[in-house]
C-alpha cells in the first residue's frame, strides 16, 4: 500500500485519544456530531471540536446529508482513511506517541473483555536493522489484508495496535 510522511496537522489531529476514537467509529458508520457524542459519553461541544480538528487535518469528511428518525436533517461524518502509520509520532505534541494507546483502551473497555482475539506482549533483542526489518515485514502482513479488506465487509470489524519501542534501560 502506498505510504506517505503524515502532515502536521494529521500528526496533531492524531495525537489525541479521541479524535481517534472518533475515526474508528466514523469508519465504522456514518455518525452525527450528535450520536457521536452520545458513543463517547462526551459534551456535544467538545466533540464537535475534535470532529472539526480531523475535518480540517483531511482526516474526516462530511457524508451526504441524510433524513432522521424524526424528519429533521442530519449532518453525519466519514473517516476518509481506514488505517494509518505514524513511524514517528510528533515529538513536539505533548501526549502524541500514548494517544493511540489511550484510545486503545477506552476502544477495549467499550468492547468489553470477550472482544479481546490477541494480546502478544515480547520482548527482543533487535539491532537498527532488525527492527527496520520487522517492522516492514508486519507492514507487509497487514497490506495483504488491508488490500482486500473490501471483500470481507460482511464479516466483523476488528482492530489492533502494533507498538514497537526500546524498553528501558
Given at each position: ?118 494480546f ?17 515485514r ?8 488491508l ?23
Amino acid at each position: 500500500m502506498p505510504r506517505r510522511e503524515t502532515t502536521v496537522e494529521e500528526a496533531k489531529a492524531l495525537a489525541h485519544p479521541l479524535r481517534l476514537r472518533i475515526l474508528r467509529l466514523c469508519w465504522q458508520q456514518e455518525l452525527t456530531n450528535k450520536q457521536l457524542a452520545d458513543r463517547l459519553e462526551r459534551d456535544p461541544g467538545t466533540v464537535l471540536y475534535h470532529v472539526r480538528q480531523l475535518t480540517e487535518a483531511g482526516l474526516l469528511e462530511q457524508a451526504p446529508v441524510r433524513t432522521g428518525e424524526s424528519g429533521a436533517l442530519e449532518k453525519p461524518y466519514r473517516t476518509k482513511a481506514r488505517s494509518w502509520w505514524l513511524d514517528e509520532p510528533d515529538r513536539n505534541e505533548p501526549g502524541a506517541a500514548l494517544a493511540p494507546l489511550e484510545a486503545l483502551q477506552d476502544e477495549l473497555r467499550a468492547a468489553g473483555p470477550d472482544s479481546v482475539r490477541t494480546f502478544l506482549r515480547f520482548a527482543v533483542h533487535l539491532s537498527p536493522e532488525d527492527a527496520a526489518e520487522l517492522h516492514q515485514r508486519i507492514q507487509a502482513i497487514l497490506d495483504e489484508y488491508l488490500a482486500t479488506d473490501d471483500q470481507r465487509l460482511d464479516q466483523p470489524a476488528h482492530g489492533g495496535v502494533i507498538v514497537l519501542h526500546r524498553l528501558a534501560e
